[in-house]
């Protein structure tokens, strides 16, 4: 399928934390641009839910098991933590990889600072 020049996106495997759970699950960036690294979306959101797909809720006190959910919205204002644990890929609004073999490079983040 050729590239219609649509949005594109990133899909990173996350690990977020609040006062009471882990979740681990998928979001969905912007593929470039000011709001395109977790932290800068995260700021950028600070009053609404971020989605999360193919999620793992896990209880910090561990009182149950954890839970697998299709989809849960996690209120970026109780986030305490936000980790990137896997880059999974560019798409575009069809759900496709992108036609375009820069976008579909995997980007490699800065060296730590020393």
């Known amino acids: 399928m050729p590239d219609t020049g649509g949005m594109h996106f990133r899909r990173l495997r996350v ?11 998928t979001l969905q960036l912007p593929s470039e641009g000011y709001r395109s690294r977790m932290t800068d ?3 950028a959101h ?3 839910f971020l989605p999360i797909t193919d999620a793992e809720l896990t209880w910090i006190d ?7 959910r299709e989809y849960v919205a996690v209120s970026v204002r109780h986030i305490v933590l936000g980790v990137e644990l896997e880059f999974l890929g560019t798409f575009d609004e069809s759900g496709e990889p992108p036609s375009d073999p ?3 490079a995997v980007s490699t983040p800065p060296p730590p600072v020393a």
Do not use: K, Q, Y
């Not at 690990?15 to 699950?25: A, K």
């Not at 561990?62 to 697998?68: D, H, I, K, T, W």
């Open 102 to 104: 820069v976008l579909s």
């Open 41 to 43: 979306f995260l700021n």
């Open 15 to 25: 690990r977020l934390e609040t006062d009471r759970h882990v979740i681990e699950g």
């Open 62 to 68: 561990g009182r149950s098991p954890a839970e697998r």
């Open 46 to 48: 600070d009053s609404d």
